[in-house]
């Protein structure tokens, strides 16, 4: 599955979100496959993505969209994605859609869920990887009844808005490393649509690669 070539024995494939995007190859999935953004799906399948981070674009038609695509429909014979979603300031336990798609933050990663991080064995290194979205979420898209923090966000956060963040995903980066002692590569997937709050992030948080 290295396609042949040498040397990437230890490489994780992974994406920091809007892996869908509502448009014209989105929607032809809907006459080829009987819903829209399967087709998407199906191609990140097929290249052996191991984690997507919840971006915005995700959420643009809803959270039973988002249901279908990760959960999959066996009657449709469309099996979902192969990889967990992740984000850990998004509370999906609040949506009814995606409620039954969680599963516990810090474990092996497993097809067809949300959770906040995972943990990789990669060649006998463990590596987590956590997610985060945008704050401003609800803004600029419908993510539903899912919960969403720090609250308030601006559009231009602030210099206590920011914090606020950090210390949401510093807790999910915490708590990893106290539930795998060892564990010192910890990789942050971030969807903030901003450079600076991405930079400022970096500025904010520890023992995050």
């Known amino acids: ?7 990437f ?13 509502p448009g014209l190859f989105y929607g032809a999935s809907a006459q080829a496959y009987g819903a829209v953004g399967r087709g998407d799906v199906l191609i990140q399948n097929a290249l ?22 990760i959960g999959g429909n066996s009657a449709a014979g469309f099996s979902g994605t192969d990889f967990p979603y992740l984000s850990g300031n998004l509370n999906f336990a609040t949506d009814a859609n995606l409620s039954g798609l969680v599963v516990a933050a810090g474990q092996a990663p497993k ?13 006998g290194e463990k590596v987590g990887v956590v997610g985060a979205t945008t704050p401003w979420l609800k803004t600029i898209s419908s993510p539903g009844n899912v919960g969403i923090t720090p609250a308030p966000f601006g559009g231009t956060p602030t210099s206590a808005e920011l914090d606020a963040l950090a210390a949401e995903i510093q807790s ?38």
């Open 1 to 7: 599955d290295l396609d042949g070539i040498p040397g």
């Open 9 to 21: 024995t230890n490489t994780l494939t992974l994406s920091s979100g809007d892996a869908w995007i």
């Open 48 to 69: 052996g993505v191991q984690a997507i981070a919840f971006g915005n674009h995700e959420f643009d038609q809803g959270t039973a969209v988002i249901k279908d695509l």
């Open 111 to 123: 097809a067809k869920s949300i959770t906040a991080s995972v943990v990789f064995d990669v060649d």
């Open 172 to 209: 999910d980066v915490d708590a990893l490393i106290t539930a795998n002692p060892g564990l010192n590569k910890v990789i942050l997937l971030a969807h903030m649509q901003q450079l600076n709050i991405e930079q400022a992030l970096a500025e904010r948080l520890h023992h995050v690669d």
